[in-house]
């Protein structure tokens, strides 16, 4: 049992998701904030639980050749980045590694090697920041959280915002400063600013200012005005009403004071536009690259369907336009959803529909109305896709699934899944779109195996050679049966499905589905009635 306070040696090995180095002390796992992979350690241990501790280094003794001396001034308290000890080739070969973990240990699979798209910038990458405002002595400031708490830490320059995010905090701390206004207290519930939200187009320069208050007016907007005018790109100013309590950083309400409310940008050779609330990935280059290689993975024809879950503002929908015949987006948050249409409609597209819902419940309405896509995108939260999208997919059978996750863990849970259902993970690629962060993205392409096509080959055969059961109709006459009178296209396998369910023998090898095989697709309840119907009129049951 490891004892609080006393030193021990360790290596570090490994690390945690949130990018603390990992040493094994004692057959315990020793989590170490600011450690280096292969690097030995005295530790003191400074909190100890049943199967892990954690502890911090006291000295290093073998230092690792990739630890560099910290650029960012406030790093060791700011809990805003998390790797400014390590130089990036570190950094990036951890993150490939973790998505390669991950997908071998939860994803069952056996993957050697994972590729990452390294950023060629680590510095001023980020188009959005959220400043939360605090005061001492009745003084304002603004930075980020130290890790794990509420506490604000000042931050004067963040080496990874542009300069004109720092100099919109910097005026609106000015402005507070000059006209006492006052500032939100958590403990309390009291006092009016909260937050200093900015978000820049990368290639527009165009600067959205969103300040989140408890309250719904703000003094002196002229004063502010005047300030943020002096910032070159400064477009619109955002009041984003926030009474509640708790962590949500915008609120429901946005008042716009000056300017269209949104920003524009362009991404993939398209304009968007950008509201306080949607999503819109915070590095605009390493995004533009991990969004041609899901196009690319997708591999997608003029003919083709596609539908785009967690659309967001339609980003990756709009992008993939062009290629298909089709494209379908699904968001949740309604504000995105309109942004998306706005987005289609600024930039010409005229194939691309969008919906607002849940994504699961959304693709099995649209499952349900015979929507078949030929690839859907997945695009979803941290926590992944939940059980109806899984079933939607599933359902859906689409011949790609390209999956974009922003946690490896969550993607790997859902690769195993997804491989239940008949897919194979065919190709897998890191993408580092927030370097000096301990988040990774990853974008992966699972296909559909052949099982069931060929199964249907098997069936077509089948049919030149009918056992007396089946003399009645053939597959082809059911299928154009079902389409002349619901409307709905059937496949072989779905047919035989049904039969079987109706008691109608079929022969040994060949057409007999194995409804046990959870990889194939099964029936939905709409087609097996048709089929039935079909069944029915030809005399077969
Ligand atoms: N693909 C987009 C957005 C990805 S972020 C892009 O790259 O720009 C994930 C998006 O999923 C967010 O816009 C979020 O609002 C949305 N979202 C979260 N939960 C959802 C759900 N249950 N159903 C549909 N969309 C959801």
Not at 31 to 55: M, S
Not at 187 to 198: D, E, F, P, Q, S
Not at 321 to 338: C, F, H, L, R, T
Not at 488 to 513: D, W
Request: glycine residues 6%; contains cysteine.
């Amino acid at each position: 049992m490891l004892v609080k306070n006393q030193i021990y040696e360790a290596v570090v090995t490994d690390y945690t998701a949130e990018g603390q180095g990992v040493a094994h002390v004692e057959g315990c796992a020793v989590f170490l904030p600011n450690a280096i992979a292969g690097e030995r350690v005295h530790l003191r241990i400074e909190k100890v639980q049943k199967t892990w501790a954690a502890g911090k280094i006291v000295e290093i003794l073998e230092k690792s050749p990739h630890r560099c001396s910290r650029e960012c001034p406030v790093a060791k308290l700011c809990g805003g980045c998390d790797f400014w000890h390590m130089d990036y080739e570190e950094e990036t070969r951890l993150k490939a590694e973790r998505v390669k973990t991950c997908l071998n240990r939860l994803g069952g699979e056996n993957l050697t090697e994972v590729p990452i798209l390294a950023a060629p910038d680590c510095r001023g990458y980020r188009n959005k920041a959220q400043y939360p405002v605090a005061a001492k002595k009745g003084r304002a400031y603004a930075g980020f959280f130290r890790a794990g708490t509420h506490d604000v830490v000042e931050n004067r320059r963040c080496l990874i915002l542009p300069e004109e995010s720092d100099a919109v905090k910097d005026a609106v701390i000015d402005y507070v400063n000059q006209f006492r206004v006052s500032v939100y207290d958590e403990a309390t519930h009291k006092g009016l600013l909260r937050h200093i939200y900015v978000r820049r187009g990368a290639v527009s320069k165009q600067i959205l200012v969103c300040l989140v208050c408890n309250g719904e007016k703000l003094p002196k907007v002229d004063a502010l005005l005047s300030r943020l005018q002096k910032i070159p790109g400064f477009t619109t100013l955002v009041l984003s009403v926030n009474t509640k309590k708790g962590n949500a950083v915008l609120g429901d309400k946005f008042v716009t004071l000056y300017g269209p409310g949104y920003i524009e940008d362009t991404l993939c050779g398209l304009n968007f536009r950008l509201s306080p609330r949607s999503f819109y990935q915070v590095n605009h280059h390493q995004a533009q690259r991990l969004y041609e290689t899901a196009i690319e993975k997708a591999g997608i024809t003029k003919n083709d369907t596609v539908l785009d879950l967690y659309c967001g503002v339609g980003t990756i929908t709009l992008a993939m336009a062009s290629a298909a015949g089709k494209v379908i987006g699904v968001e949740v948050i309604p504000q995105a959803v309109e942004d998306a249409w706005d987005n289609a409609k600024r930039n010409g597209i005229e194939n691309a529909e969008f919906f607002c819902g849940d994504a699961g419940q959304a693709a099995l309405e649209l499952e349900k109305n015979g929507v078949r896509p030929d690839v859907v995108v997945v695009d979803p939260p941290r926590k992944g896709l939940n059980a109806d999208t899984i079933e939607a997919l599933s359902r859906m059978s689409p011949r790609r699934i390209v999956y974009v996750s922003c946690d490896p863990a969550t993607l790997a849970r859902d690769v195993a899944l997804l491989k239940e259902r008949g897919y194979r993970l065919t190709s897998t690629a890191a993408a580092d779109l927030f370097p000096r962060c301990a988040h990774v993205e990853t974008v992966c392409l699972l296909s559909k195996l052949k099982s069931t096509q060929h199964i249907e080959v098997e069936l077509d055969m089948d049919e030149l050679d009918l056992t007396d059961a089946e003399k009645k109709a053939t597959y082809q006459e059911i299928k154009d049966y079902v389409l002349e009178h619901s409307g709905l296209k059937v496949s072989n396998l779905y047919i035989a499905q049904v039969k079987k369910k109706c008691g109608i023998i079929e022969r040994e090898n060949y057409n007999k589905p194995k409804s046990e095989d959870a990889k194939q697709p099964q029936c939905p309840p709409d087609k097996e009635k048709a089929i039935k119907e079909a069944l029915k009129h030809f005399g077969m049951i």
